[in-house]
């Protein structure tokens, strides 16, 4: 059965993308990522997951073909609109993004700032969720004095701090152990069981292996989706 | 505010810091000029204004020789320079200035040494009735015929002058405090530039967690309030204090005199004149936060 594209969270219809003058590095992608689904972006190094990223959290536009979010073109409308969208996506960045003269609670807590939550209810919160990954002692360091697994940690957290309807990550598990990593996909999995969409771009293919979710995966200029013979039929929703 | 002030502090990088000291000492000392140029401005049209109400309805006669035989008649030059004033309709009363009272007068431009040498005319202040109209003219002409060499005096030259020097240091301070919030003005807008240059990665950051332009520039907003705000306090209160050092100074080296209609004291301002001088640190701190956000939102905006 067709995956009906209201039904999909994210939409890519003949998306091609390129940088300046450069030939395109993506062409003619198509895709649906249905609601509540649980994704791997993968691909080699270069093959354009980030700029596929990027696209859906609109810090790009693809030069041709469209992209829906949350069933409607972002772009379409003020900038308002736009940051409404984002405050519906949890990202984390590859190089995390901390700022680095503010302490670990600060970061964590920005977006509940941005969406105008209480100071109480923040603390809370930030508190609990450091808790969990394993931060709780680092409430007031900052990030240059954090390894660089505790700085994904603190990105992660950060990511999915404001509970996120679409969570995306880029190489979320780039620099934790194999233990951690773990960990960190199975938070990923319990935000999804809890309702989250989630993308996580990897060229980890052990850490791909591990679990049955579908692929997204590029292949030249285009994207295929592919699904691990153990996935549940219910979660496939090919183009 | 505070609280906001000290959150968007941490939220900005502020690794500019000296570009925000910079900034916060430069529109202290505008704040500093503004303030003791408004002061300036208002003093001057309190000398005016105070000048102009104690010489209404005055006019005054200088008679030279005072003592001598008029021209016609029997009686001295003074005496019949009286009875010209008290034949004279409009006229509600004139008084002779006694000698030491004229030497008090004198003695501030013309020097003690002069004065003493000098042979002093007699001096009599007279009081028109209010709302009179006196032929001056005609009266200067009837006292000069009994004494040749008088002045009749009705201080408008000298009140047109001292009226001209005094509108053009009060227009010269407001100009001073317009030119000076101009520069407060590009100085903020250069600043709210330069922070977001180089703070370009966080609001990048920002604007992705769903931050929207209006809350990006409350940071800054919030920021500039707390460089500016005590720096605005501090320039102001070193203003209001100079106008008193400069006013007590003036005082003890001849500010006292007697030629002058108002001692040069801090209570020669009302107190909606201290209210205005007050208000220029605040107008300042507001005028800096409004063309900090303005500037934010135009360039987020560019930058979006």
Excluded at chain 2, 4 to 29: C, D, I, P, Q
Excluded at chain 2, 147 to 154: E, M, T
Aim: hydrophobic share 45%; glycine share 8%.
């Amino acid at each position: 059965m067709s995956m009906m594209a209201s039904d999909s969270i994210v939409s890519f219809d003949n998306v091609e993308m390129r940088y300046a003058d450069s030939p395109p590095i993506l062409r003619n992608v198509s895709f649906d990522i249905p609601l509540g689904s649980f994704h791997f972006l993968t691909g080699r190094s270069g093959a354009g997951k980030s700029s596929i990223l990027r696209m859906m959290y609109l810090a790009l536009r693809p030069n041709r073909g469209q992209v829906r979010i949350f069933g409607r073109d972002p772009h379409q409308g003020n900038a308002s609109n736009i940051a409404n969208i984002r405050r519906r996506i949890g990202i984390v960045f590859q190089d995390f993004r901390l700022i680095d003269h503010l302490s670990v609670l600060e970061n964590v807590a920005l977006p509940l700032r941005i969406a105008g939550e209480r100071e109480s209810v923040i603390h809370q919160h930030v508190s609990e969720l450091l808790e969990w990954v394993g931060l709780s002692r680092y409430l007031d360091a900052r990030p240059p004095a954090l390894s660089g697994g505790q700085q994904q940690r603190i990105a992660i957290a950060r990511a999915v701090i404001a509970r996120p309807s679409l969570l995306l990550a880029d190489e979320p598990t780039g620099n934790v152990d194999d233990r951690l990593a773990d960990r960190l996909l199975f938070l990923f999995e319990e935000l999804n069981r809890a309702g989250t969409t989630v993308l996580i771009a990897t060229h980890n293919e052990t850490m791909v292996s591990k679990y049955r979710h579908p692929r997204l995966v590029i292949i030249g200029e285009g994207v295929e989706m592919q699904y691990s013979r153990y996935s549940s039929a219910s979660n496939f929703h090919p183009t | 505010m505070a609280g906001m002030a000290r959150r968007s502090r941490r939220e900005f990088a502020v690794s500019h810091g000296n570009t925000v000291a910079f900034l916060g000492w430069t529109v202290g000392v505008m704040v500093y000029l503004a303030t003791l140029s408004v002061a300036g401005a208002l003093f001057a049209q309190t000398v005016l204004d105070r000048w102009s109400l104690s010489l209404a309805g005055v006019v005054t006669v200088q008679v030279p020789e005072a003592s001598e035989p008029a021209s016609r008649g029997t009686l001295s030059r003074q005496d019949a320079v009286e009875d010209i004033l008290d034949k004279t309709p409009g006229i509600q009363s004139h008084t002779v200035l006694e000698e030491e009272r004229t030497r008090a007068l004198l003695e501030p431009w013309l020097g003690e040494s002069l004065i003493a040498e000098l042979p002093l005319p007699v001096m009599i202040d007279v009081q028109l009735e209010h709302g009179a109209r006196v032929d001056f003219t005609g009266l200067g002409e009837r006292i000069t015929s009994v004494a040749p060499g008088s002045v009749l005096d009705d201080h408008g030259l000298w009140l047109s002058r001292v009226a001209a020097t005094a509108s053009t240091l009060a227009r010269g301070g407001w100009i001073v405090v317009f030119l000076v919030g101009l520069v407060a003005v590009i100085s903020v807008i250069f600043a709210i530039l330069s922070g977001l240059t180089v703070n370009r990665d966080i609001v990048e950051l920002l604007k992705l967690m769903g931050a929207r332009d209006t809350y990006i520039a409350r940071r800054f907003q919030g920021h500039m309030v707390g460089t500016t705000l005590p720096v605005c306090g501090l320039g102001g209160l070193c203003a209001i204090g100079t106008v008193f050092a400069v006013t007590g100074f003036a005082r003890e080296n001849g500010g006292r005199s007697e030629a002058l209609p108002v001692q040069l004291s801090p209570t020669a301002l009302s107190l909606l004149d201290w209210a205005i001088v007050a208000a220029v640190p605040l107008a300042f701190a507001i005028l800096t936060v409004v063309t900090a956000r303005l500037a934010a939102l135009y360039a987020l905006r560019r930058m979006s």
